[in-house]
Each structure stands twice: as structure tokens, then as C-alpha cells.
């Protein structure tokens, strides 16, 4: 439990190791605040509050933690909250027991996976017995990085972890003695493609965490990725499998543990869904701090008319205005003093990137603020970002390749799969550019809305079976 590991209450130390807690895994990670629109809401809009009292030393908690799962298994929850004590709204992190909290249900998603909320109404808890961290207001920053980087840690664990089940699938189906056609070749293509492209991504991550500080450097929206792409690359390896293998040969290349075990890691920290939400919502509040002037005078075109004309007609303009920084493009220099055999690879990637920011500006310049409510856009523009950096985690890894074993059949290997990844991964980057933009996307959006609201009208989606009408 490395929350508990970086603490320098000794006390708390002390008492889980003696339990024998340190090293188990019942210890419940009480963090996320999911609201109705799927997204985890960041630490600074936390309902959870802890406020200290400075003569009495105790912390007195309020709020609730949603989204956790096994309600029976857990023994103590590392709850995390707002300190109100600081203006900055730093991170406080403390250590409860099971019978301090309320508990109640709160959903099951499609898996199966059960998980439950915890409620504390103005909870007493003592510094030393119970803090996990000491929050100064000039460490704000830091603590909150540690609180988020600890929840990636356990993010990239997980992919780590379906990463492996992934490639003992794959070596079970090359094990089924199939008949080489093209079908199946671009099937098993597909696969390794999957599998290459996920350890790309834990290799680059994993090597952040070993070269920057846990309280200096954010790497939570990496760790997020890594599981997100986790997650959709097992059910998509599973689907292949299901479609190639009949009823017969499917349990000896998965068994049902592994699909089960599947099937929680999907959920754990945080579903699919809230894990694109949220990556998109950050990229969007990045991308309005760094060109508001521009989005702004979008939004309003017919007081700032000019500006838009200018931006339809005249490229020299455009690219001033979108590149307003011209240093900000330097870090991409480093893309021509590649391997010449990179090229293509590079190509794409900055191709992706532009798309990115076009995107981007496009989404905020229509919806503005309220762009997080536009979820299928939002979910697209996450897609192009998770692309982004499959991308940039494939070309480290092949640039790297090519430099240790420049003749080696292997760098071989994975300069074709390296390039095969990123030129389809352009294809479909652009392929969400024109369903973002495009005037058919919308009418289909309208048509699913139409459909949806007459199937509620009729009293929801098929309300009687067809057997019961039959009967």
C-alpha cells in the first residue's frame, strides 16, 4: 500500500505492521467523488472537508466517497479530503476504520461488480492516530500530486496486471492449431498489436515514475490512460477470441477466473467512462487556458468579426494566433534529429497533435463551459488524446530499439509494428475529425435523440418481451 508506505506518521506505521496490514491489500482507497456525469470531480470541487483544530489536535471530517468496491472485504479506508484549513484546498489524507463510517449501496455497473459509498458526519479523529499526512499551506501542491500519483500508481499496477493476462491469452491462442488464412492472421495481427501498443505505453509511464518525484510531477492523466487503454484492449482481445474460437476451444484459451478477474480490473479505479470523461475535461481546461483570447472571440462573432475573418482567410494569421507561443513548438524539434526510419512515424504524430488542438479549439469555441455536458464529442476527443499518446509510447520505444540493436530481427519487428500502429492510429484520429465536425454525425445524433424519446414516451425500450406477447 504505498499511501500508507510514504506517511511519516510512525504511529500508524507501527500498528499496521504489527497487524501485519502494511503489505495487504484490505485497505480500501476512498478518493473519487463520480458525479451524474460520469467524471471523477478534481480534489479543488470535493464535497469531502476536513477542518483541523489547532488547541484539541484533532481533525473533524464531512463529506462521502462513492465508487468503491468490495464493501465486506475491507478492514480500514484511506479516506482523502479537502483541507479547509488551506486556501489553496490542498489534500488531506487520513486512515478510518470500517466502523467509524456509514455505508450504503451504490450501484452495480455491467460487469457484475457490486460497489458501495461510505458517508462520515462530522467524524472526530485524532492527528496521531489517524493522519496520514501533515499538510503545511506552502506544501499545497505537493501533497495534492502525492494523493493523485498515489491513485496512478495503483492505475498502472492494473494495466500492468491485465497486461499479463493479455499475453498469457495470446500465447494460448497461438498454442490452437488454426489455419493460417488472412482472416486469422489479421486477427492474431490485431492481438500483438494490442499487447505491443499497452507496453509501450507501461514502459514509458513506469520509467516517469522512476525518474521524477512522486510530490513534484503529476503523472496521474498517464496512469489513467495506461488503464483506460488496459481495459478496452482486454475486452477487444476477448471479442476477437470469442468470434475465432468456438463454444469448445474458448475455455482452454480463457478460462472463467481470468475473464471474472477481467471483468473487476475493468472497474477498479474507476470505470472506462469516467476515465475518458475526466482525461477530456482536464485536455479542455487546458486548452481554454492556453488559447482563451482565441475561443472567446469565436464564440462572439459578431462583435469580433474581424478576427474570425481573418481566420478563414489568411493561413499567416491562423498560425500566429494558434501557435501564439512560438517556444511552446520546441520540445517537437526533437522529432527531425530522429532515426530517418522514424519518419513516417513522426509524420503521424504530428498530424495527430494538430488534429488534437483543431478539436479542441472547436469543441470549446461551440459549447464553451458546457462542453463537459456534450459527452459523445467529449468521448471522441479523448479517443484522439489516448492516440496521441499510444503514439509517442510507440515511438519512444522503437527510437530507443533502434539505437541498442540497430541489425537485430527484433528492432526489425518493431519498427514495422511500430509503424503499422501509428498509421492506423492517424486513420482513425482522423476518422473522429470528421464525425466531430461532419453535418452526418449530427443528423445521426438528432436521430438517436428522436428514438430515444419515443421509446420513453411508449413507456421505455420495449417494456414486454416478445415471448409474453407470443404467450
Not at 155 to 178: D, P, R
Not at 385 to 393: D, E, L, N, R
Not at 409 to 435: F, H, P
Amino acid at each position: 500500500m504505498p499511501v500508507v508506505n510514504w506517511t511519516n506518521n510512525d504511529i500508524i506505521k507501527n500498528q499496521l505492521r504489527n497487524r501485519g496490514l502494511l503489505s495487504k491489500s484490505n485497505i480500501a482507497f476512498a478518493f473519487d467523488e463520480i458525479d451524474d456525469t460520469f467524471a471523477t470531480l478534481p480534489h479543488t470541487f470535493w464535497e469531502s472537508v476536513a477542518i483541523f483544530d489547532n488547541q484539541t489536535q484533532q481533525w473533524t471530517l464531512n463529506g462521502s466517497k462513492n465508487g468503491i468496491l468490495n464493501q465486506d472485504f475491507y478492514e480500514k479506508y484511506i479516506i482523502f479530503c479537502r483541507n479547509k484549513n488551506d486556501t489553496k484546498h490542498s489534500i488531506a489524507a487520513f486512515l478510518v476504520d470500517r466502523d467509524q463510517l456509514q455505508f450504503e449501496n451504490d450501484g452495480t455497473d455491467n460487469y457484475g461488480n457490486h460497489y458501495h459509498k461510505i458517508k462520515f458526519e462530522n467524524l472526530v479523529l485524532s492527528r496521531d492516530e489517524h493522519e496520514l499526512y501533515t499538510i503545511p499551506t506552502s506544501d499545497s501542491t505537493q501533497v495534492s500530486l502525492l494523493a493523485l500519483n498515489a491513485k496512478a500508481h495503483g492505475q498502472l499496477m492494473t494495466a500492468a496486471t491485465i497486461l499479463g493476462m493479455m499475453k498469457q491469452i495470446l500465447v494460448n491462442m497461438s498454442k490452437m492449431n488454426e489455419d493460417f488464412d488472412t482472416l486469422w492472421n489479421e486477427r492474431l495481427c490485431r492481438a500483438n498489436e494490442l499487447i505491443f501498443t499497452l507496453e509501450s505505453m507501461i514502459y514509458q509511464t513506469s520509467s516517469h515514475f522512476d525518474t521524477f518525484d512522486c510530490n513534484c510531477t503529476d503523472l496521474f492523466l498517464q496512469s489513467m490512460i495506461c488503464k483506460t487503454i488496459a481495459s478496452e484492449s482486454a475486452q477487444e482481445l476477448l471479442n476477437i477470441s470469442r468470434i475465432q474460437f468456438d463454444s469448445y476451444r474458448l475455455p482452454k484459451l480463457i478460462s472463467t477466473e481470468m475473464e471474472n478477474v477481467l471483468n473487476v480490473l475493468n472497474s477498479f479505479l474507476d470505470s472506462t467512462t469516467s476515465n475518458r470523461m475526466l482525461l477530456s475535461a482536464y485536455a479542455m481546461q487546458s486548452i481554454g487556458s492556453w488559447q482563451y483570447d482565441h475561443i472567446a472571440k469565436t464564440r462572439l462573432t459578431s462583435i469580433y468579426f474581424q478576427h474570425f475573418l481573418k481566420m478563414s482567410i489568411f493561413p499567416k494569421y491562423r498560425k500566429q494566433t494558434l501557435n501564439r507561443f512560438e517556444s511552446s513548438m520546441d520540445g517537437f524539434l526533437i522529432l527531425d534529429k530522429l532515426n530517418p526510419e522514424l519518419k513516417p512515424m513522426c509524420k503521424h504524430f504530428r498530424e495527430v497533435l494538430e488534429i488534437q488542438k483543431e478539436m479542441g479549439l472547436h469543441i470549446l469555441s461551440i459549447y464553451g463551459k458546457d462542453c463537459i455536458k456534450n459527452q459523445i464529442d467529449m468521448n471522441r476527443f479523448a479517443s484522439i488524446t489516448m492516440s496521441a499518446f499510444k503514439i509517442v509510447s510507440v515511438l519512444s520505444r522503437v527510437s530507443q530499439s533502434l539505437k541498442q540493436r540497430k541489425d537485430a530481427m527484433s528492432t526489425k519487428l518493431e519498427l514495422q509494428m511500430g509503424r503499422s500502429i501509428c498509421q492506423q492510429e492517424a486513420i482513425n484520429v482522423a476518422d473522429l475529425k470528421d464525425l466531430i465536425v461532419g453535418v452526418e454525425d449530427v443528423s445521426e445524433e438528432k436521430r438517436s435523440k428522436k428514438l430515444h424519446k419515443l421509446n420513453i414516451k411508449f413507456e421505455g425500450y420495449f417494456p414486454k418481451p416478445t415471448f409474453d406477447r407470443i404467450i
